[in-house]
């Protein structure tokens, strides 16, 4: 057996990243490298080449590896739909419900999915990368864990606890993950890293020979803050964390609505990183109204989100945006809002609802899922994207558009990724520019959005290169 466990004090503390960076840094020195999450809670996912859906953040792990993504890597998808029910992805496919009662006992086939899946991983690779899931020291869920230090047991893997510096209180975390948890547990921990630092190391150091001389645990590395490797995040509370870089004359401002079951939010990563666009999040109405484009992503719970935007007068504020011609985009959810009609036995099972009624269509959610990976044109433009949804809308009017329908200034269509695409992402914004009479346009170098997600996953190995001890990681890992 030859892996590593990358576990984190917290949600959020930069775990993906970290395994993103020890994949593109094992796989530089010719190691068969493959990431691994055996259970994953996000709105975030992919479709793999073979169909199957997984988390996003372990198809970039996949693609910084330089392996083909499969369901084997994140054998188990939580997908949250309200605050006590999340929705199973099983080896890539729909497997039912998990209700909030259910989360520590009602696990046993999803545990015995997710070891199977790692051993068939491990059998065709050197290494395995797996990253944890929140923090491995929740003790009260630890009777089920099979993703932090249950996987880590049953496996015999090293565990590097990743701490997040830019919170605070990180080396009471990390010693405190040391303390809370049994001994057992205690022996698999092999090290600790320190992420997202700013300042001067020399002011940290003396904490970090204390921490190391109280726990035992080496210090692997403390990695600096990159604020410009932000790609395929996998955590909700990582949204909206785009650079809002300096604007200049032309600049045009994408407002997307920050829905509470928001999925697929990396549909904005391409719109973010175009020079030139200034992407922010946002839940007010006068924001609808002053941004040059609104985008509506994703949602788990379509008819449940659309509620809430009627609440904080959202809906309200869309109208009037669409009434003056104002540019809206729907993308899958979101497209779905903007239809006429909703019927949901499935999601939210309230039955039929009304859309916002701006584009011309009717949705109806089945029980099967729609998964996929389609291509077509736009104004002569290959677009390729992927599909995950339960909502099949029906047009019954407007301009097709990448299997959706546009009405005016409003946009909808079904596939996610769309606007991954260079070439149609920059010709719809420069039509975009025109309609709202900016003097935007694409800058002729600016790197396309597949060479800008290369660029980062080599800027975070490099960073891990130069500050952390890869060959010690490598080395425990093949312990």
């Known amino acids: 057996m030859a892996g590593i466990l990358v576990a984190g004090t917290s949600s ?21 490298v493959a990431p691994f999450k055996a259970q994953n809670m996000s709105n975030n996912s992919m479709v793999c080449p073979d169909g199957s859906e997984i988390g996003r953040a372990q198809y970039l792990q996949a693609l910084a590896a330089g392996v083909e993504p499969s369901s084997l890597m994140n054998p188990v998808l939580l997908k ?3 605050d006590r029910r999340a929705f199973i992805v099983l080896r890539g496919q729909p497997g039912g419900t998990l209700e909030a009662g259910e989360y520590v006992g009602g696990r046993t086939r999803l545990a015995e999915a997710a070891f199977e899946a790692y051993r068939e991983l491990e059998s065709s690779h050197d290494v395995v990368v797996a990253e944890g899931a929140g923090s ?39 010693f405190g993950h040391w303390a809370i948890v049994d001994d057992a547990d205690r022996a698999t921990l092999a090290g600790y890293l320190i992420n997202k630092f700013r300042g001067d190391q020399s002011v940290l150091d003396p904490g970090l020979v204390e921490l190391t001389a109280r726990t035992g645990l080496p210090c692997l590395g403390v990695v600096p803050w990159l604020d410009q490797v932000w790609l395929d995040s996998e955590d909700a509370l990582a949204f909206a964390k785009w650079p809002r870089l300096p604007g200049r004359a032309g600049t045009l401002r994408v407002a997307a609505v920050r829905f509470p ?8 990563d391409a719109l973010a990183a175009e020079p030139g666009l200034d992407v922010f999040a946002t839940a ?3 924001d609808i109204a002053s941004a040059d484009l609104v985008v509506l992503p994703g949602s788990r719970s379509t008819v449940a989100d659309l509620d809430w935007m009627r609440r904080l007068g959202l809906a309200e504020a869309l109208a009037a945006r669409a009434a003056t011609g104002g540019p809206i985009l729907g993308i899958c959810g979101g497209y779905q809002m903007l239809t006429e009609v909703i019927d949901d036995p499935i999601e939210t099972a309230l039955g039929t609802e009304p859309g916002l009624g701006l584009l011309p269509a009717t949705v109806r959610f089945n029980a099967e899922k729609v998964l996929g990976k389609p291509s077509g044109s736009w104004r002569g433009h290959t677009v390729t994207g992927y599909e995950i949804h339960h909502g099949v809308v029906e047009p019954s009017g407007g301009e097709p558009f990448l299997d959706g329908v546009r009405d005016g200034n409003t946009w909808g269509t079904i596939w996610h990724g769309a606007f991954e695409n260079d070439g149609f992402r920059r010709a719809w914004l420069t039509e975009l520019a025109g309609t709202v009479g900016s003097a935007w346009q694409p800058v002729p170098d600016a790197p396309g959005f597949v060479e800008r997600r290369t660029q980062m996953l080599d800027e975070l190995a490099d960073a891990l290169e130069q500050h952390a001890d890869v060959d010690a990681l490598l080395r425990l890992a093949r312990s």
């Open 12 to 32: 959020d503390a930069g775990k993906s990243l970290i395994v993103a960076g020890l994949c593109r840094a094992f796989a530089r020195r010719g190691v068969r």
């Open 80 to 82: 949250p739909g309200t």
């Open 136 to 174: 491995p020291a929740e003790i009260n869920l630890r009777a089920g864990d099979y993703v932090n230090f249950g996987l880590a047991r049953r496996f015999g893997l090293p565990v590097l606890l990743v701490g997040d510096i830019d919170r605070g209180g990180v080396l009471a975390s990390i």
């Open 261 to 268: 079951r928001i999925s697929n939010a990396t549909d904005l």
């Open 284 to 286: 007010s109405p006068s």
